[in-house]
């Protein structure tokens, strides 16, 4: 499938198998019924990494686009980049966290 893109404020209608597809500011514009009669082709789409707008009544309603995805790595590169914890900062959890712990612990059987 080759689809072309229009930026806005230009917009452009093209058919697609029966789908109407519509393009304005990068992200392809559908309507409701297009996207229901169409659904599992467009949850492909978008899998792809594909951007939808969906309108109904000609306001749009909800935008579909790729998931993004987290994984311990990203995680752990994200934290990597964090200054470590002071000993000031340590004891003040700890000192904020002794009221909570009276010791018991109602989830283990003892």
């Avoid at 990494?49 to 790729?66: C, D, F, Y």
């Avoid at 998931?67 to 311990?72: E, H, I, L, N, S």
Wanted: net charge negative; proline share 6%; with cysteine.
């Amino acid at each position: 499938m080759t689809t072309t893109t229009i930026p806005w404020p230009t917009s452009s209608a093209a058919r697609e198998g029966d789908q109407i597809i519509r393009y304005r500011d990068y992200v392809r514009i559908i309507t409701a019924t297009e996207a229901a009669r169409g659904f599992s082709r467009l949850l492909d789409q978008v899998a792809d990494g594909e951007s939808v707008t969906i309108t109904r009544g000609g306001h749009a309603i909800a935008t579909l686009s790729p998931a993004k995805t987290c994984t311990g790595r990203a995680l752990r590169a994200a934290l990597a980049g964090l200054p470590p914890l002071d000993d000031e900062f340590v004891e003040n959890m700890a000192l904020g966290m002794e009221p909570l712990d009276d010791g018991s612990y109602p989830w283990f059987d003892d």
